[in-house]
């Protein structure tokens, strides 16, 4: 890390209001419309860590459709299910049964789509200029411009 990067410069950001004009944004946040300094970034390096995405592990599937049956409506539609197998209404509680498995799918898949959409986005929507930075090494304002590999520019 930089050793120019005291103690008394780790500071959690102030409240933020984004309807201010930009250069008063730019001011609180401690950036440039070119991005941050390099003090700055090795700052946020050190207070916050890396700037990288924190991933789960692919392949649990199993476990996430497993812990969809342990949600409490899930739990109480179960109570339901067996109150009406006992009391005589097997149909019933075959249907309760059904209505706990479309449940299960369907939180199932929707938590597995969000879990897609949380990945950085793709480059929809930005300048052809626009070059990312690799995510280990916060960019500063005056550096020469880092290319991903196979990302053109």
């Known amino acids: 890390m930089n050793a120019g990067v005291t103690a008394q410069t780790i500071t959690a950001p102030a409240e933020v209001d984004e309807r201010q004009p930009p250069t008063e944004l ?8 070119h991005g941050v300094r390099s003090r700055e970034a090795a700052r946020r390096s050190t207070v916050y860590g890396p700037n990288e995405l924190s991933r789960r592990q692919v392949g649990r599937w199993p476990r996430q459709l497993l812990a969809q049956f342990t949600q409490p409506l899930a739990v109480l539609l179960m109570v339901a299910a067996v109150l009406a197998w006992f009391g005589h209404a097997p149909a019933l509680g075959l249907a309760v ?10 939180a199932f898949v929707q938590e597995r789509q969000a879990e897609c ?16 930075t690799p995510v280990c090494e916060p960019r500063s304002a005056g550096s020469p411009p880092c290319r991903s590999a196979g990302t053109p520019n």
Do not use: D, K
Not at 26 to 33: A, I, Q
């Open 97 to 106: 049964v059904g209505v706990i498995l479309l449940n299960a799918a369907f």
């Open 117 to 132: 959409s949380a990945a950085p986005p793709a480059r929809q929507g930005r300048p052809a200029r626009w070059s990312p």
């Open 26 to 33: 730019f001011r609180h946040l401690r950036s440039t419309p």
